[in-house]
C-alpha cells in the first residue's frame, strides 16, 4: 500500500509481520489459541459469538493491548519482498489473457497464471 512499507495478505488469521525491507528478515507474532481463555471479549471475538457494543469493542482493545506474552506464538522469520527499484516483467497469464507484474504470477502445470487463475482469488465470478 502506498510506498508499498504495509502490505497486508488476508489468511484469516490474527498475525503480524514485521521485516527489515533491506534483507527480509524479522518477526511474525501470532495469537494462540490459549486466549480465548483471556477474556469473555476476546472468546466473543475470536469465535464469533456475536456482535460486540462500541463499549465492548473499546475494552476489547485494552483486552488486546494487555494480553500476556504467554498468549503469543513469535517467530524469526524472512519474506522474500522485491526490492522497491525491481521493475518486474509483464507478462500474460495464459488463463484470462490479462497482464500483470511476473512477481503476481504462479507457474502451475507450465502455464503462467496471475494469482486469480492460480486459485488465490478475492472473489468469484457471478
Known sequence: MGNKNLIVH?????ALSIVL????????????????????????????????????????IEDFLNLDEKYFKIEKIRVKLPTRDEQQEIVE?????????????ATVNGKILCQLCSGQSYFEKI
Do not use: M, V, W
Not at 488476508?10 to 490474527?14: F, I, M, S, T
Not at 486466549?35 to 476489547?60: C, M, V, W
Not at 497469464?93 to 497482464?99: A, D, N, V, Y
Open 21 to 60: 525491507r533491506e534483507n527480509g528478515e524479522g518477526y511474525r507474532a501470532s495469537l494462540k489459541k490459549e486466549a480465548i481463555n483471556a477474556s469473555e471479549r476476546i472468546k466473543k471475538f475470536l469465535l464469533r459469538e456475536g456482535k460486540l457494543s462500541h463499549e465492548e469493542r473499546d475494552k476489547l
Open 93 to 105: 497469464c495464459t488463463e484470462c489473457e490479462e497482464l500483470q507484474p511476473n512477481n503476481f504470477t
Open 10 to 14: 488476508n489468511y484469516g488469521k490474527l
